[in-house]
Antibody
Framework: QVQLLESGGGVAQPGTSLRLSCAAS????????VHWVRQAPGKGLQWVAV????????YYADFVQGRFTISRDNSKNTLFLQMKSLRADDTAVYYC?????????????????WGQGTLVTVSS | DIQMTQSPSSLSASVGDRVTITCQAS??????LNWYQQKPGNAPNLLIF???NLNTGVPSRFSGGGYGTHFTFTISSLQPEDVATYFC?????????FGGGTKVEIK
């Protein structure tokens, strides 16, 4: 059974950094791309970033503007999102979600395997 | 980036009603569209993949259609447990985009 467990959320001051983690189990982690998706309180879903199965390719939403870095450690079955220069509008629940394949090609569809999310609140 | 315009943003219908939600893509996305259901406090659940394919275990009252830039999602007979927010998601390339969501309520 696929399990994804996010951690690392909390309250951060504007301009500071935070690192989120996503621990994966129940599948061969190194064979799948993984996404980060976020949801601001009371708002819709917003795709953040994706990383290919081996970490060789990363793609980001425009709003990231170089502030976030997605990475993974396949030896530890863990996905990361390093966020810096945090802003109030980064306040959201951050979900990790397993892709349906390697994500080494032209597309990387999401499936039905999501974590329960970790809340990041950016406030002074 | 591809924009997804979802409508309506909310709707209220009676139990047993047929409900339809649409998503319009800003460019051709073939059939690379999924539909998700999200209930408060929970992660999204995949209902429809690749525009018209019902995910395993999803009731047959849910269906999807469309191709290219125009897509529809239908609940043939609305049930109380269908109260939720529904999102479309395009995945034609590596930069995914969600629609804005449709909140479905019971009248």
């Amino acid at each position: 059974q696929v399990q994804l467990l996010e951690s690392g959320g909390g309250v951060a001051q504007p301009g500071t950094s935070l690192r989120l983690s996503c621990a994966a189990s129940g599948f061969s982690f190194g064979d799948y791309g993984v996404h980060w998706v976020r949801q601001a309180p009371g708002k819709g879903l917003q795709w953040v970033a994706v990383i290919s199965h081996d970490g060789s390719n990363e793609y980001y939403a425009d709003f990231v503007q170089g502030r976030f870095t997605i990475s993974r450690d396949n030896s530890k079955n863990t996905l990361f999102l390093q966020m810096k220069s945090l802003r109030a509008d980064d306040t959201a629940v951050y979900y990790c979600a397993k892709a349906l394949g390697y994500c080494a090609g032209a597309s990387c569809p999401l499936g039905d395997d999501w974590g329960q999310g970790t809340l990041v609140t950016v406030s002074s | 980036d591809i924009q997804m315009t979802q409508s309506p943003s909310s709707l209220s219908a009676s139990v047993g009603d047929r409900v339809t939600i649409t998503c319009q893509a800003s460019q051709d996305i073939s059939n690379s569209l999924n539909w998700y259901q999200q209930k408060p406090g929970n992660a999204p659940n995949l209902l429809i993949f690749d525009a018209s394919n019902l995910n395993t275990g999803v009731p047959s009252r849910f269906s999807g259609g469309g191709y290219g830039t125009h897509f529809t999602f239908t609940i043939s007979s609305l049930q109380p447990e269908d109260v939720a927010t529904y999102f479309c998601l395009q995945h034609i390339n590596l930069l995914l985009t969600f629609g804005g969501g449709t909140k479905v309520e019971i009248k």
